[in-house]
Each structure stands twice: as C-alpha cells, then as structure tokens.
C-alpha cells in the first residue's frame, strides 16, 4: 500500500499490549463504513490515558478508531458506546465534532468494542502553554475555547434524541458518589482530603438544577484546533460525558490554572500568563457567561473545588490501569504522584470559603 502523505506525527507503532486483528478490522469496516477501500494500516495514537486510539490509514482515506482497553476494568468506565451516541446526536448541531461511522459492540471482531469516526485535520495541544504560539493566538485560543463550551451548553439534548442519556437530577451527589467510589476502588493508599472533600461538597451543593450535555473533561488537551487558525475545529474524549450541571464542564476547564507546575494536565513549568496572553480564570469565565448569555455565576468555586476533587479521584484510577499494564498511555503512571497534591489544591481553596 502506498501512502504519499505523512503520518501524523503523535502516532506510534502499537504496543504488543495494544494490538488487534488488523484483517478482521479490515473486514468489518468493509461491511459498515462506506466508501472503505482495504489495506489498511494501524498506528496508536500516543496521547490519552484511558480508551486506546488509533489511526487508520488506507490509500484514500483515513480514520479514527476508539475502543475499550483489554484487561479487567472499572465498571462505568471506558464507556466507548455512550462516546459514539453523544457524537452521533451532535454531528446534527453546530457542536464541533468529528463525523462517526459505526459502533461495533461484538468483542469477538478484535476483542474489544469499538467505534469508527473521521480523522479531523488538526492540532493537539498538550500543554496549556501552547509552546510556539504568539500571545494573540494563545488569547484566541482560550476564547475559541470558552465559547466552544458555551455552544455545546446551549445545545437542547431533548430535541436531538438524547433526552434518556443521564438521570434527571441530583447530578452533583450522584457525581461525588461515583468518584468517591472509583478512588476507593483504585486507591494504593488514603487520602484524607479527598474524605474531607467529599463531605465539604456534600454540604454545599447548589439548590438550582441545570440540565445540559456534559462533556465531563473540557480541557484543551481533549480539543482539536484548526491546523493554522486559533479555534477549535472537534471536541475529543467524550467517555465521561453525560446530561449534568454545565457548571461542571465549566470547573473542569479552569481547573488546571491551580495545580502544581508539572502536574498532569497542568502548566509544565511556572509561567507568566499576562505576558503569555493566556487569558485569566476570571476572563474565561466571563467570556463563557457572554457567550451563553450569563450575567455571572455565583460561588463558582463549588464547581472548581469539585473539578479538582473529580480529577484526584480519576488519578488514582489512572495509576491503576497504568500499574495493571491497561493504560493506554505509557506516562500514566507518574498521575498517581499528583493525586495528593492535587487534593490539597482543592482542601485549600475549600477552607478558604
């Protein structure tokens, strides 16, 4: 098979750990893609921490495939079928998205389920710096990156077919169970303010409900950008997502702006944000209330403290699978040296209430 483009450059040889039946993979996308012209070709792409993904390329066309990781796995995760619905339903809105093929539920193809989307031409950015970037670009950037929310928080889930996709309401005590559930479940060691944080949470939950598609992990690592222009062209990741309070995407997206230099989705070293052009959390927020038409959101660090006491918790689910050989990722195992850091971010920030 000959290929005249150039491979992107985040994908690597599949580990042995990850590999599958390539000529069965071949034979099902034949029956359920259309315009699928074998060879093909697999490569993995290396970023990503939970469900593995990969590139297939034939000749004329290339594609993403995104499926569940082998090994035994926590009950609610990896839920690669509720990625491929929630896509499916806003390929219909002016939601950025990548368009999907097919959903393929049978283990017995290539040993796990899996689904088929479109490649979309792009820029993963891993570090929230933006290495590279001008100051006006990285300013653009982090406002595509708010309004892009916005928009997908104006979408109405009801009208496109995904009124059953969450339980209505008691979103935050459902949502502090589960993941105080998953750190028990994954935890090597105790963390007492992950406890503390909790029963903090438990306390404080907002009286009004908001009903909206949750992405769950809105951060610019999980985004595609245009290759040359500073805005979000599709939306990745969407294992956690679910109909919950917006406002929870929204903690997510600042989240990183407090944890430690180094720490896993956060600033690799210190920086100087103003100099930088990296807008500020009050910025974001605000332009995120513009764009959705808020005129500001009170105590909105309930939702910020619950973005860091979710992202503890997930760590130590990382480290897990990173200890179990199922990470999809080779550098998941330093998350669970954050997970104590990251916890006391959170604490802090509570007692300072």
């Known amino acids: 098979m000959s290929h005249t483009r150039s491979t992107p450059a985040e994908t690597i040889d599949v580990p042995a750990r990850h590999r599958f039946d390539a000529d069965a993979l071949s034979r099902y996308m034949q029956q359920h893609v259309d315009d699928f012209v074998p060879p093909l070709r697999v490569r993995q792409f290396a970023g990503g921490v939970s469900n593995p993904t990969y590139l297939v390329e034939t000749a004329a066309r290339r594609y993403v495939l995104r499926k569940k990781p082998a090994g035994e796995l926590q009950a609610s995760a990896h839920a690669v079928d509720r990625e491929y ?3 499916t339903a806003l390929g219909r809105t002016d939601v950025p998205v990548a368009r999907t093929y ?51 928080h104006r ?32 935890k090597t060691r105790d963390v007492p303010e992950l406890a503390r944080l909790k029963e903090w949470l438990l306390a404080r939950i907002p009286a009004r409900e908001e009903s909206a598609i949750s992405h769950g992990d809105f951060r610019i690592e ?17 294992e956690l997502s679910t109909i919950g309070h917006p406002l929870a995407d929204l903690g997510s997206s600042v989240a990183f702006y407090y944890l430690a230099p180094g720490t896993p989705t956060g600033f690799r070293a210190p920086i ?13 927020v605000s332009e995120y209330c513009r764009h959705r038409g808020l005129d500001g959101i009170p105590n909105f660090n309930f939702f910020l403290i619950f973005a860091l006491f979710r992202l503890a918790s997930s760590m130590a ?12 990722s080779p550098d998941a195992e330093r998350w669970g040296d954050y997970i104590e850091p990251t916890a006391e971010v959170a604490w802090r920030l509570a007692q300072a209430e």
Request: with cysteine; glycine share 8%.
């Open 85 to 87: 619905r929630v896509m």
């Open 155 to 186: 979408v109405d889930h009801m009208a496109i077919g995904l009124a059953d996709y969450g339980r209505p309401g008691n979103y935050f005590q459902r949502q502090i169970a589960r993941w105080s559930r998953q750190y028990e479940d994954a």
């Open 317 to 328: 689910g990382i480290a897990k699978r990173a200890a179990t050989g199922i990470a999809s």
């Open 222 to 238: 999980n985004m595609i950008m245009h290759p040359v222009e500073p805005r979000v062209v599709a939306i990745l990741d969407w």
């Open 102 to 152: 097919c959903l393929c539920e049978d283990d017995a193809v290539i040993g796990q389920a899996f689904y088929i989307m479109e490649y979309v031409a792009g820029r993963v950015i891993r570090d929230p710096a933006i290495p590279g970037a001008t100051p006006a670009e990285r300013t653009a950037i982090y406002r595509s990156l708010a309004e892009t929310q916005a928009r997908l």
């Open 272 to 284: 100087d944000l103003a100099a930088a052009g990296i807008i500020g959390v009050d910025e974001f």
